[in-house]
């Protein structure tokens, strides 16, 4: 999957492909010229996006595997900002902590059980409190397992539903890691800074952060939804798991509104490479 950029001397846009690192050395077609761009997003946060991406366009089947790789990313995620923040508040050296949590995770990098036992633990000794949203009900662990292992063909409601589940938990968690999250973040930047040390002098560097489904929830543009218990009354337990699931459909419903018509013009050839608000700034 690729993203549009303008090339920095043109003004042309390039279509360039979605890497791992985040950082994306580019050379223009058009014109010849070097440029880096430093993608400022978290590999959940690309994830989702492409999920929804793929479900705007008809892909049910192919945004499940997304939206689940989107929260095992999350949780990675969430395990780092713990950690690092966690340093912090000793007073460790922050590439030290960095490179000692990167030798952790390597140990758990091909086992997505043990990645959810760190994760769980992680919850835990930062919240004081169980986990419990780690059912497989909650997670939509069926569903999941049965699209992507058994070759269940899903309906588009159904993706959708398991969309909400996935935006609603990662939502909720972000909230609750509030500033936490930004010592992960600030590892990014660490890894960029690190590239960006080793680039010959004739390399444009240019940092983007691009339209998506959680930017508009962390950075403050999209109004906060009502609290359930507000918006619903108290009922049975049959009741209440289906108002959370409306819950669920309407924070994401919400979110969608707002920024999908910003992620279909993104992702489109010849549309618009930096929708408004959204502009990279180039170094």
Known sequence: MDFPTLCPECARENRVEFADSAVHDVSCPHCGARYCVFLRKQKFEVLFDLGTRALMDGYAREAVASFSAALERFMEFYVRSYALERAAGAETDFSVAVGALDGTWRHVASQSER???????????????EPDFLSPRALGTDFRNRVIHRGSLPTRAEVEGYAAQVFALIDRLLGELGPGAAHAELAQEQAFASHLAGLPDDVTVVFEEHPGMFRA???GTLAPMPKRGKTFPPAGAGDRVNDARAFQSALFRRALEERGTLLKRFKTPGAEATPSGEEPAVD
Do not use: T, V
Request: aromatic share 16%; hydrophobic share 50%; no cysteine.
């Open 115 to 129: 990645q959810l036992g760190m994760f769980a633990l992680a919850y835990l000794l930062r919240e004081g409190r």
């Open 217 to 219: 929830r962390r950075f």
